[in-house]
């Protein structure tokens, strides 16, 4: 289902805009495959992965959906359809939501899964003490997620739209992929997370973005190579933040 105007007339423009598709599918695919062998998520699948760095992921993920919530308010505010708008602030929203609950969910569980798991005291929560403090972006955090801010406030629309759809697309991807794969073992510990993003709702909004951003490339064919260019950085960056993560990377200095 496209959430944006369908019409008489639009055949070339929606001939231009699968070519966009077609051609972020074609540039990417490298980066897809590098993300598909990527060890963090081989052992996210099969419950492996450390909780310390389940952990360090998710106080990461709080960091960056706080600044992409930030984008898509920006890509919807300049969004010249408002069907366009209304995808894009609802995705906001979403991304809001899903760092006030599920993530705050999960971190908890992660802290002291850390804790039980050897993690240095103070770690965990501990009932009457303050909470810790929140978590410093990493240097590819706030690389990631300042150049989608960027490129929602500052290039064109559909450049800027471009550049967010990663994040849903190759979630979506990879999120069935390891729900299916997590679901082979019982009482898998990271089950919760695999399945959020093979759930129909999540599914269903990365198909609904992939519609907005077809459609404002075919609308804007002059900036259909930097949308391209901007869709395979953002996908080099996803592989990336889950590298980072997975080594638990932090600022050298």
């Not at 598909?36 to 990461?60: C, K, M, T, W």
């Not at 994040?167 to 082979?184: D, I, K, M, P």
């Amino acid at each position: 289902m496209s959430p944006g105007p369908g019409g008489a007339g639009s055949a070339a423009a929606d001939e231009r805009g699968e070519g966009f598709r077609a051609r972020v599918e074609r540039e990417s695919a490298p980066v897809r495959e590098a993300v598909d062998a990527l060890p963090f998520l081989a052992a996210l699948a099969d419950g492996s992965l450390p909780p310390a760095v389940f952990r360090h992921y998710l106080e990461q993920d709080r960091c960056y959906l706080r600044e992409y919530a930030r984008a898509l308010a920006l890509l919807a505010a300049r969004a010249p359809d408002p069907a366009h708008a209304a995808v894009w602030a609802g995705s906001a929203a979403g991304a809001v939501a899903a760092e006030r609950d599920l993530h705050a969910d999960l971190l908890g569980h992660a802290l002291l899964a850390a804790a039980g798991a050897g993690s240095s005291a103070g770690e965990a929560p501990v009932p009457g003490e303050s909470p810790a403090p929140a978590a410093e972006p990493s240097p590819t955090t706030l690389a990631y997620s300042s150049w989608l801010v960027a490129q929602a406030a500052t290039a064109p629309y559909a450049v800027g739209a471009a550049a967010v759809l990663p994040c849903f697309t190759v979630y979506a991807e990879v999120g069935l992929a390891l729900a299916e794969r997590a679901a082979r073992r019982a009482e898998h510990p990271y089950a919760r997370w695999t399945a959020a993003y093979a759930e129909a709702a999540f599914q269903q909004a990365s198909a609904r973005a992939a519609d907005v951003v077809v459609e404002a490339v075919a609308a804007d064919p002059a900036h259909e190579d930097a949308a391209v260019a901007a869709a395979v950085r953002a996908t080099r960056f996803e592989w990336m933040f889950w590298d980072a993560a997975s080594r638990k990377e932090g600022w050298p200095l």
